[in-house]
């Protein structure tokens, strides 16, 4: 296996070296790690057709966890989250997580119990997390791989340790897991040279030939998230380049892209069509792009219903984007920003369901499991009054704290009987 485009340099043959072999040993995970699935078979991992998969950050860490990154996207800075210096509004529900492996943040429920948060750097906390998976019949996930943090040694290593994590959950659970590069606030200067070392490596580590590794066409599926957003690192011959090199080297390469690719207007870049047609499969980003279910409706029809024949017409993969709500006050310290986009008891959410199997796309991407900081999660999440922390401005579900993983298995259903 070569590389065909020569952009891997020579000077950095024997560091590529080193870390293939370390991810190697990383990595490798052992037999014994798969086991039966009790409550209904397994993921078919070989083809992203009518799937549902939802984005997975991992990014959440705490000071026990042994990874050196702190209180790292739940705090803004090195101490405890408080009501003042918390970065998420949408509270977990923490319930079932091993408890002596939480960490205390100071704060105290409305209960007058500990209010206590979770770690990805944990095994235990995303078992957790794909058991729920498992009982609510969902696919997988795509595992978000943030440039930004493997950039350093501290932060590849904490990034490969959720990556180890969801391997063994997903292949334990009989899910499927993808790679998503995520090129927000990468420098340009290193952006190729980032991706293609650590995709090289991931390819030459066992990591894509996990039986929960998804697939398609016998290609292992790998998305890059960002590139042609306005703001975003990434001209277009370098974008272009990323995308063939990985085909080349034997990708199935699903492109994250702006909600107006087609376009090229609004959010995206001009001149980039021809980047996102070499993309194998589009993922339109419309988080914060309506607000209502009417918003939705009518971007449903201007953008999302051209948007698919396009994509389809020239062979390539489609899904849309649904997401059940949006509220990011303490992540912004803004509180008018809270709940800005209200999840409507989940109303909002089904309009997206409903209109995204009317579109007959190829799969469906749901923003996120665990994102409590813009408040997409669809993990279970604290459900009154009395489990959120008895100071500040926090987002609950009263309808129920495992809601969204509920209308997230009928998506999947409906999607699959489509």
């Known amino acids: 296996e070569g590389d065909p485009t020569g952009m891997m340099r020579r000077a950095s043959t024997a560091r590529a070296a080193r870390a293939v072999a370390a991810a190697v040993a990383l990595f490798c995970v052992a037999a014994q790690c798969v086991a039966e699935v009790a409550d209904g078979g397994r993921v078919d991992a070989s083809s992203i057709e009518r799937r549902v998969l939802i984005g997975y950050q991992g990014w959440f860490d705490t000071p026990n966890d042994g990874a050196l990154q702190g209180w790292k996207h739940w705090a803004h800075g090195s101490d405890p989250p408080?009501?003042?210096?918390?970065?998420?509004?949408?509270?977990?529900?923490?319930?079932?997580?091993?408890?002596?492996?939480?960490?205390?943040?100071?704060?105290?429920?409305?209960?007058?119990?500990?209010?206590?948060?979770?770690?990805?750097?944990?095994?235990?906390?995303?078992?957790?997390?794909?058991?729920?998976?498992?009982?609510?019949?969902?696919?997988?996930?795509?595992?978000?791989?943030?440039?930004?943090?493997?950039?350093?040694?501290?932060?590849?290593?904490?990034?490969?340790?959720?990556?180890?994590?969801?391997?063994?959950?997903?292949?334990?659970?009989?899910?499927?897991?993808?790679?998503?590069?995520?090129?927000?606030?990468?420098?340009?200067?290193?952006?190729?040279?980032?991706?293609?070392?650590?995709?090289?490596?991931?390819?030459?580590?066992?990591?894509?030939?996990?039986?929960?590794?998804?697939?398609?066409?016998?290609?292992?599926?790998?998305?890059?998230?960002?590139?042609?957003?306005?703001?975003?690192?990434?001209?277009?011959?370098?974008?272009?380049?990323?995308?063939?090199?990985?085909?080349?080297?034997?990708?199935?390469?699903?492109?994250?892209?702006?909600?107006?690719?087609?376009?090229?207007?609004?959010?995206?870049?001009?001149?980039?069509?021809?980047?996102?047609?070499?993309?194998?499969?589009?993922?339109?980003?419309?988080?914060?792009?309506?607000?209502?279910?009417?918003?939705?409706?009518?971007?449903?029809?201007?953008?999302?219903?051209?948007?698919?024949?396009?994509?389809?017409?020239?062979?390539?993969?489609?899904?849309?984007?649904?997401?059940?709500?949006f509220s990011w006050a303490n992540l912004q310290r803004d509180p008018s920003l809270f709940d800005s986009i209200p999840r409507q008891g989940g109303k909002f959410f089904e309009a997206q369901i409903s209109g995204a199997i009317s579109l007959a796309p190829s799969w469906i991407f749901v923003a996120m499991f665990d994102e409590v900081n813009e408040s997409t999660a669809i993990f279970k999440a604290a459900n009154s009054t009395a489990y959120v922390p008895s100071q500040g401005q926090w987002l609950y579900l009263e309808e129920g704290s495992d809601h969204y993983l509920k209308l997230t298995q009928l998506a999947t259903e409906k999607l699959r009987a489509r």
């Open 82 to 325: 408080s009501a003042s210096d918390a970065t998420f509004d949408l509270v977990p529900d923490t319930s079932e997580y091993v408890q002596d492996e939480l960490q205390a943040t100071g704060m105290v429920l409305n209960n007058g119990a500990p209010f206590k948060v979770f770690s990805a750097q944990l095994p235990s906390t995303v078992d957790v997390h794909f058991s729920w998976m498992r009982q609510y019949g969902l696919d997988g996930v795509w595992l978000q791989r943030f440039l930004t943090d493997i950039a350093s040694p501290t932060g590849k290593n904490a990034r490969d340790a959720v990556l180890r994590n969801v391997r063994q959950s997903a292949e334990r659970h009989g899910r499927c897991f993808s790679v998503m590069y995520d090129v927000s606030g990468a420098p340009d200067s290193t952006l190729v040279e980032e991706i293609q070392r650590d995709w090289w490596e991931l390819l030459h580590s066992n990591v894509t030939e996990s039986a929960a590794y998804l697939h398609e066409g016998g290609k292992p599926v790998v998305a890059v998230w960002g590139l042609g957003f306005e703001g975003n690192p990434g001209d277009h011959d370098t974008s272009y380049n990323i995308v063939n090199w990985m085909q080349l080297n034997g990708a199935y390469v699903v492109g994250g892209v702006p909600f107006h690719w087609r376009t090229g207007t609004g959010d995206s870049k001009a001149g980039f069509e021809d980047v996102y047609a070499k993309f194998d499969g589009v993922v339109p980003w419309s988080v914060g792009r309506y607000d209502s279910v009417a918003a939705y409706d009518s971007a449903r029809a201007a953008v999302q219903l051209p948007d698919v024949a396009a994509a389809l017409g020239r062979g390539q993969s489609y899904a849309p984007v649904i997401w059940p709500g």
